[in-house]
Nanobody, 129 residues
Framework: QLQLVESGGGLVQPGGSLRLSCAASGVSSDYYAIGWFRQAPGKEREGVSC????????DYADSVKGRFTISRDNAKNMMYLQMNSLKPEDTAVYYCAAGHPLLISVCARSGAAYGMNYWGKGTLVTVSS
């Protein structure tokens, strides 16, 4: 079965950048759409960004649009989330997930993550001065 492992989280100052990575193993990740989700302490999980199997479609939550970029390298079974212009409100545990959402746009905007059946354990991003 598909396994996912996130990495790249850490402490960064406001305005800084981080790149999160998600390594897939077990099966080829190109069979699945990929999403990034996040959950801050005491808050519900929210969608961040999702990308289609072929990388032909991608979308973002309004709160990160223009600052974050999702990408994937199917040959390497790797997925990424480039985060720029980070804000304190971006502080959260970030999770990558894989599955078959019906709509990439909905995937990116909902923490419900319908159709996303495989999950990593998360990586913590802290944005603070």
């Amino acid at each position: 079965q598909l396994q996912l492992v996130e990495s790249g989280g850490g402490l960064v100052q406001p305005g800084g950048s981080l790149r999160l990575s998600c390594a897939a193993s077990g099966v080829s990740s190109d069979y699945y759409a990929i999403g990034w989700f996040r959950q801050a302490p005491g808050k519900e999980r929210e969608g961040v960004s999702c990308i289609s199997r072929s990388a032909g479609s991608a979308d973002y939550a309004d709160s990160v649009k223009g600052r974050f970029t999702i990408s994937r390298d199917n040959a390497k079974n790797m997925m990424y989330l480039q985060m720029n212009s980070l804000k304190p409100e971006d502080t959260a545990v970030y999770y990558c997930a894989a599955g078959h959402p019906l709509l990439i746009s909905v995937c990116a905007r909902s923490g419900a993550a319908y159709g996303m059946n495989y999950w990593g354990k998360g990586t913590l991003v802290t944005v603070s001065s």
